[in-house]
């Protein structure tokens, strides 16, 4: 049954325009703000002392609707990818191109900000993509979630040895891949580093894949523009990584800060990126 809803709902979605899903996004981003004590307390923390480190105008509600919307973006992009294709601008296309030609594939990094699942949409019309996502523990709404995230030229896999195998076989034949780089990956599968200012636990997969074959990684961000006008996709390529796993950990999420600040009332700050995840060495004091 709730397999079903959730299909329905999604349809009806799938229907309304962009601006309209945006303004529904939004006002339930205010309702779980305001209705539940642990999003407040993951989310104005947060973003509160990074709009406070960077000298930045504390815009609390703007960014608690844009949590909203970055939600409803999802969903709407899932269901009407051709139509969100149309609204998304793409200035960096040179970088992309030029990180391709080399033939060893390409890593694409892109933060949970703003649209960011129209970035491996628009990649896919291009050339393959293999994305790595995290499986709900849920089965019925992994499949609804797998089903809604299809598209031709994308191919998914898990957040485990055998997505890795499948992610690295993809850049051995010059495709690209996607990882979410600002998720908190799986004890033993990272190093403790700063992301803005607070010990974070790293993932250190896209750092390894990308000095293997020296392999171009490129940031990406989605950022909004206004109400139902679709997404601006600035693409930035990084230096090479470090060696050492824990400067080059450093090096990715000094580059996260960097996309994040591009729009930080867009990003998602109610996820807990400072968790202390099971299996994982304690952080520094």
């Known amino acids: 049954m709730r397999k079903l809803i959730l299909k329905l709902s999604l349809n009806a979605v799938a229907a309304l325009p962009l601006a309209l899903v945006q303004i529904i996004g939004a006002s339930l981003g205010i309702l779980a703000y305001i209705g539940s004590k ?11 002392a990074v709009v406070s480190t960077h000298k930045l105008r504390f815009k609390l509600w703007e960014a608690i609707r844009a949590s909203g919307m970055l939600f409803a973006d999802s969903l709407w992009i899932w269901r009407n990818p051709q139509k969100a294709l149309v609204k998304a601008e793409v200035p960096d296309w040179d970088v992309i ?58 191919h998914f896999v898990p957040t485990n040895l055998h997505g890795v195998r499948h992610m690295t076989r993809a850049l051995a034949k010059g495709e690209a891949i996607a990882i979410l780089p600002d998720q908190v990956p799986s004890g033993g599968d990272g190093v403790w580093c700063n992301f803005f200012g607070r010990p974070a636990y790293t993932t250190t997969l896209p750092v390894r894949l990308a000095n293997r074959h020296n392999t171009p990684a490129v940031m990406f961000t989605a950022k909004r523009k206004g109400l139902g006008s679709g997404w601006i996709v600035n693409a930035k390529r990084l230096k090479p990584f470090s060696d050492d796993p824990a400067i080059a950990a450093a090096e990715l999420n000094s580059a996260i800060e960097a996309a994040v600040l591009i729009a930080p009332e867009q990003f998602i700050w109610s996820y807990n990126r400072y968790k202390h995840p099971t299996g994982a060495d304690l952080p520094p004091k």
Not at 38 to 48: A, G, K, M, T, V
Not at 117 to 145: C, D, G, K
Request: charged content about 20%; glycine content about 8%; some cysteine.
């Open 38 to 48: 642990q999003y407040r307390s993951l989310f104005r923390p947060q973003y509160e």
């Open 97 to 154: 191109q030029a990180a391709m030609s080399e033939g060893k594939g390409m890593i694409i990094l892109c933060p949970h900000l703003g649209g960011f699942e129209i970035i491996p949409r628009f990649l896919a019309q291009h050339f393959p993509a293999t994305i790595m996502y995290r499986p709900s523990r849920q089965e019925w709404l992994n499949e609804v979630v797998e089903e809604g995230r299809a598209y031709p030229n994308m």
